[in-house]
């Protein structure tokens, strides 16, 4: 797999029809009344209007690559980390085995989940020695 399959920069074959999709306001993405991000209902910001067409589209389908309307979040992680999130693609591929599964999807979905379950990132970063200064 090279890395332009891993990070759609070519292969994304959703969304190639070349309209925009933005998220609503509502998400806090570009300021205004937001929403805490674990608060929002996916399903329901990725398949608002947007005045382009795209509506009731889920996000893999009205974008126009996989970066558009993302912004870039670096992320260093140890290899053990690395090799779970590699092992998790390969399952998630699997999964959806009909679909063009892209890593930063995968990715992203992570962060989402996480942002849904605090409580286990809490728990993470006590094990890593959080909370007992």
Do not use: C
């Not at 891993?6 to 029809?17: F, L």
């Not at 205004?32 to 947007?50: F, K, L, N, R, W």
């Not at 795209?54 to 993302?70: G, Q, W």
Request: aromatic share 6%; hydrophobic share 30%.
């Amino acid at each position: 797999m090279t890395k332009d399959d891993r990070y759609g920069s070519a292969g994304d074959t959703y969304g190639s029809s070349g309209d925009s999709y933005e998220e609503s306001p509502s998400t806090g993405r570009n300021g205004g009344d937001a929403t805490p991000v674990h608060e929002i209902d996916d399903a329901e910001s990725a398949t608002q209007s947007d005045g382009s067409g795209v509506a009731d589209l889920p996000f893999i389908f009205a974008r126009r690559t996989v970066k558009a309307d993302r912004d870039a979040l670096p992320v260093y992680v140890r290899e053990t980390t690395a090799a779970e999130l590699d092992e998790l693609e390969r399952e998630i591929d699997e999964r959806f085995g009909g679909d063009d599964v892209m890593s930063l999807d995968v990715r992203e979905a992570v962060v989402r989940a996480g942002l849904r379950n605090v409580d286990d990132v809490v728990d993470v970063m006590e094990a890593w020695g959080y909370g007992r200064r």
